[in-house]
């Protein structure tokens, strides 16, 4: 019986999508125990260019 365990990786998980936030996997490395994830925050406010007022 010679069966050849395979180290433990874990699976290709897909993209999360929720009301303005967007989640992803990272890299997967073989063998770490941690696979970690990153955090996409679509901006909520639109920012606009700062303009001097008008003198009177």
Known sequence: MS???KPF???KI???HA???TTRQK???P???FV???TTWE???KEVPYTTPKKP
């Open 3 to 5: 069966e050849e365990k």
């Open 9 to 11: 990786c874990r699976p």
């Open 14 to 16: 897909p993209d999360g």
């Open 19 to 21: 009301f303005r936030v």
């Open 27 to 29: 890299e997967i490395v």
């Open 31 to 33: 063998g770490q125990f």
């Open 36 to 38: 970690g994830y990153e």
């Open 43 to 45: 901006a909520i406010q």
